[in-house]
Antibody, heavy 118, light 107 residues
Framework: QVQLVESGGGLVKPGGSLRLSCAASGFTFSDFYMSWIRQAPGKGLEWVSYISNTGSYTNYADSVKGRFTISRDNAQNSLYLQMNGLRAEDTALYYC???????????WGQGTLVTVSS | IVLTQSPGTLSLSPGERATLSCRASQSVSSNYLAWYQQKPGQAPRLLIYGASSRATGIPDRFSGSGSGTDFTLTISRLDPEDFAVFYCQQYGQSPWTFGQGTRVEIK
């Protein structure tokens, strides 16, 4: 079955950097677009970024553009999110999700928590 | 595209019908509108895609309808396990956007 496992979250100071990873299994990773979505504590969902199946196309929310970089390694079945210039408002649970054949987000990981605080 | 969900909270009893609304600030391309359910401490789960198609394994008491700017999620008879927060999302135009959520709570 499809499994997505995020890692790499933690506590970081404002202005710092963090790299999130998402390990995928149970499907042909290289066939699917992948995405990062975040959820601030007690708040709703916010789309962050997505990447095409080959990695050639990426897209970002305005709130993270120029600071975050999404990438993938299809040989390792892994998705990444490099986060630089972190701000307090980036504090959230970060989910990786698969964009399915329906183009909606049909599988989600359990999330990794990023806390930005001094 | 801004998605506005209503009501913010719905208080209902098991067995009752739930009707959730999602209104878009502009037309959603190709009816690329999805609904997700999120229970406390869990990741969201896809319920409906393409405005009206049920995702794999989703019970038929969940149904989606609508087009253009007005969409509805209906739960025909609430099961105790259905109480949760529900989000709509449009994925037809970048940036993808989510509604703010509707909480369905036990009355």
């Amino acid at each position: 079955q499809v499994q997505l496992v995020e890692s790499g979250g933690g506590l970081v100071k404002p202005g710092g950097s963090l790299r999130l990873s998402c390990a995928a299994s149970g499907f042909t990773f290289s066939d699917f677009y992948m995405s990062w979505i975040r959820q601030a504590p007690g708040k709703g969902l916010e789309w962050v970024s997505y990447i095409s199946n080959t990695g050639s196309y990426t897209n970002y929310a305005d709130s993270v553009k120029g600071r975050f970089t999404i990438s993938r390694d299809n040989a390792q079945n892994s998705l990444y999110l490099q986060m630089n210039g972190l701000r307090a408002e980036d504090t959230a649970l970060y989910y990786c999700a698969r964009r399915g054949y329906s183009a909606s987000l049909d599988s989600w990981g359990q999330g990794t928590l990023v806390t930005v605080s001094s | 595209i801004v998605l506005t969900q209503s009501p913010g909270t719905l208080s209902l009893s098991p067995g009752e019908r739930a009707t959730l609304s999602c209104r878009a600030s502009q037309s959603v391309s190709s009816n690329y509108l999805a609904w997700y359910q999120q229970k406390p401490g869990q990741a969201p789960r896809l319920l409906i895609y393409g405005a009206s198609s049920r995702a794999t394994g989703i019970p038929d008491r969940f149904s989606g309808s609508g087009s253009g700017t007005d969409f509805t999620l209906t739960i025909s008879r609430l099961d105790p396990e259905d109480f949760a927060v529900f989000y709509c999302q449009q994925y037809g135009q970048s940036p993808w956007t989510f509604g703010q959520g509707t909480r369905v709570e036990i009355k």
